[in-house]
Nanobody, 117 residues
Framework: QVQLVESGGGLVQPGGSLRLSCAAS????????MGWYRQAPGKQRELVAG???????NYADSVKGRCTISRDNAKNTVYLQMNSLNPEDTAVYYC???????????WGRGTQVTVSS
């Protein structure tokens, strides 16, 4: 009954922007830490950005300054605004939810982001 559904991916040109959304259900969203991860073909999944239940954020060095993670607890949704995209950002982006104390972790199915001219 826990479900994370990503949306907003697609094909963009270098320098373009995208806003990813992740709608969560089946969890007490407001107390969960949320994150965005990405995985390119043949590579390991890596953290892009995270946001705590209290609103603290952290970013991978590769996206810092270009990406902003935010959450809307009233909508049970976490967002990732991505600007100045480059081909290295091409990957499947996954939404992640972690319960307090890290006891439980949930994943969405992912949304494809392709940056190409």
């Amino acid at each position: 009954q826990v479900q994370l559904v990503e949306s907003g991916g697609g094909l963009v040109q270098p320098g373009g922007s995208l806003r990813l959304s992740c709608a969560a259900s089946g969890i007490r969203f407001s107390i969960y830490a949320m994150g965005w991860y990405r995985q390119a073909p043949g590579k390991q999944r890596e953290l892009v950005a995270g946001i705590s239940s209290g609103g603290s954020t952290n970013y991978a060095d590769s996206v810092k300054g270009r990406c902003t993670i935010s959450r809307d607890n009233a909508k049970n949704t976490v967002y990732l605004q991505m600007n100045s995209l480059n081909p290295e950002d091409t990957a499947v982006y996954y939404c992640n939810a972690n319960s307090p104390l890290g006891t439980m972790s949930y994943w969405g199915r992912g949304t494809q982001v392709t940056v190409s001219s």
